[in-house]
T-cell receptor
Framework: AQSVSQHNHHVILSEAASLELGCNYSYGGTVNLFWYVQYPGQHLQLLLKYFSGDPLVKGIKGFEAEFIKSKFSFNLRKPSVQWSDTAEYFCAVGKAAGNKLTFGGGTRVLVKP | SAVISQKPSRDICQRGTSLTIQCQVDSQVTMMFWYRQQPGQSLTLIATANQGSEATYESGFVIDKFPISRPNLTFSTLTVSNMSPEDSSIYLC?????????????FGQGTRLTVV
């Protein structure tokens, strides 16, 4: 069975700092990769996704992620965070067919103003 | 994109009772999914609900505990049966992308269940 690991459970940083959240998965076949965000009190929203093509994916709100196939990784980055980026971030992996997703454990990010 | 409505948004239930959660989508979708997010944890897939056939359950989840209905392409229900405090979680409905090229999953706002 596939698994998804997020390296950090909690991250605290100041505004304007850079953010990188690690995500590794175990499935060896073709995968679709996602980062979702859950702001306090809100539902899951898609930040970005990778299906194929350019391994550097740009999403909403200045986020980007890089797929490195050899490392089974899909790390999320943002060069300069804002207080409004305080949220929980989930990496998710789906097999090529359908959207049966396996989620990582999530990373709670707190951005101090 | 898909708009997904879940009812109820939250509930507090007595142990031993059952709660049925409804999921309504504004478009016809082939596959609907039910996830659970236990306190402080990530999302875990409970089952896949397909219209016209029985739901497919993931390891650790059984139909007697989590019966699912899928009467049409826009609606599904998940029942949490004979509840115990360990069932206190957020339950989320999700649907597959609406086009062949779009495999993004969309999520409802979730149902926050507390069992006392």
């Amino acid at each position: 069975a596939q698994s998804v690991s997020q390296h950090n459970h909690h991250v605290i940083l100041s505004e304007a700092a850079s953010l990188e959240l690690g995500c590794n998965y175990s499935y060896g076949g073709t995968v679709n990769l996602f980062w979702y965000v859950q702001y306090p009190g809100q539902h899951l929203q898609l930040l970005l996704k990778y299906f194929s093509g350019d391994p550097l994916v740009k999403g909403i709100k200045g986020f980007e992620a890089e797929f490195i196939k050899s490392k089974f990784s899909f790390n999320l980055r943002k060069p300069s965070v804002q207080w409004s980026d305080t949220a929980e971030y989930f990496c998710a992996v789906g097999k090529a067919a359908g959207n049966k997703l396996t989620f990582g454990g999530g990373t709670r990010v707190l951005v101090k103003p | 994109s898909a708009v997904i409505s879940q009812k109820p948004s939250r509930d507090i239930c007595q142990r031993g009772t059952s709660l049925t959660i409804q999921c309504q989508v504004d478009s016809q979708v082939t596959m609907m999914f039910w996830y659970r997010q236990q306190p402080g944890q990530s999302l875990t897939l409970i089952a896949t609900a397909n219209q016209g056939s029985e739901a497919t359950y993931e390891s650790g989840f059984v139909i007697d505990k989590f019966p699912i209905s899928r009467p049409n392409l826009t609606f599904s229900t998940l029942t949490v049966s004979n509840m115990s405090p360990e069932d206190s979680s957020i339950y989320l409905c999700s649907v597959d992308g609406l086009t062949q090229l779009n495999t993004e999953a969309f999520f409802g706002q979730g149902t926050r269940l507390t069992v006392v």
